[in-house]
């Protein structure tokens, strides 16, 4: 089936530095991917859309300075927090789905500490 | 906006029991879509429910989607341990699916004492 590669799968990093997440369709073309970020005991909530070749759509209230998305090709999308602080400290999650009626497949995750 | 209610929001049962986690949505859709996550872990697809009544079926769980009602059930049968994780209802955030993500119920942490 579908998979969905994300990493790291876990980071810590200082105040003030930048982190780049990767996420990868292994065996599928992926025009469109999604970010997710969860806190603790909470559900999903959508980010922003990754389109590949052109820009990201972001949803209200997430900052596109901050958050930035590059979905270089059909394969790969990165999520770089810029600038962290301890509050962007959450559980950042990317999806793609397949051609056709598919479910969203999601990847595994990446754990941030911004410390 | 599209919002999606689930109920109940905690569960604690014991095995060999039966329950049903309730999903409700607030907009038109025809796709919706059951999940699971174990602590710490991503999300595992349970089952996509695309037509009014669509009924699925994997092991002792079950879905339904009613799309009249906006409503859609995952039923748990003689409940076991292992299916104890925290189960996610979500729905296409705009009518057709397809390039839109998902909006989430707040999930259902359940718990399921041997």
């Known amino acids: 089936g579908a998979v969905v590669s994300q990493h790291p799968s876990r980071v810590i990093c200082k105040s003030g530095t930048s982190v780049k997440i990767e996420c990868r369709s292994l065996?599928?073309?992926?025009?469109?991917m999604f970010w997710y970020r969860q806190f603790p005991k909470q559900s999903l909530m959508l980010m922003a859309t990754?389109?590949?070749?052109?820009?990201?759509?972001?949803e209200q209230g997430v900052e596109k300075d901050k958050f930035l998305i590059n979905h270089a090709s059909l394969t790969l999308s990165t999520l770089t927090v810029t600038s962290a602080h301890p509050e962007d400290s959450s559980f950042y999650i990317c999806?793609?789905?397949?051609?056709?009626?598919?479910?969203?497949?999601f990847g595994n995750g990446t754990r941030l500490t911004v410390t | 906006e599209l919002k999606v209610e689930q109920n109940p929001l905690f569960l604690s049962m014991q095995e060999e029991k039966n329950y049903t986690i309730y999903c409700n949505y607030s907009?038109?859709?025809?796709?919706l879509y059951w999940y699971r996550q174990d602590p710490g872990k991503s999300l595992e697809s349970l089952f996509v429910?695309?037509?009014?009544?669509a009924v699925k079926q994997e092991g002792r769980l079950m879905a339904s989607l009613d799309t009249k009602a906006r409503l859609s059930t995952l039923h748990i049968t003689a409940a076991v341990h292992d299916l104890s994780a925290t189960y996610f209802c979500?729905?296409?955030?705009?009518?057709?699916?397809?390039?839109?993500?998902?909006?989430f119920g707040k999930g259902t942490h359940l718990i399921i004492q041997p």
């Open positions: 999806s793609a789905r397949g051609q056709g009626i598919s479910p969203l497949h």
């Open positions: 065996d599928f073309q992926a025009t469109t």
């Open positions: 990754s389109n590949e070749g052109s820009k990201a759509t972001y």
């Open positions: 907009t038109t859709s025809d796709r």
């Open positions: 429910l695309l037509s009014n009544g």
């Open positions: 979500a729905v296409d955030m705009e009518a057709g699916g397809g390039a839109d993500g998902l909006t």
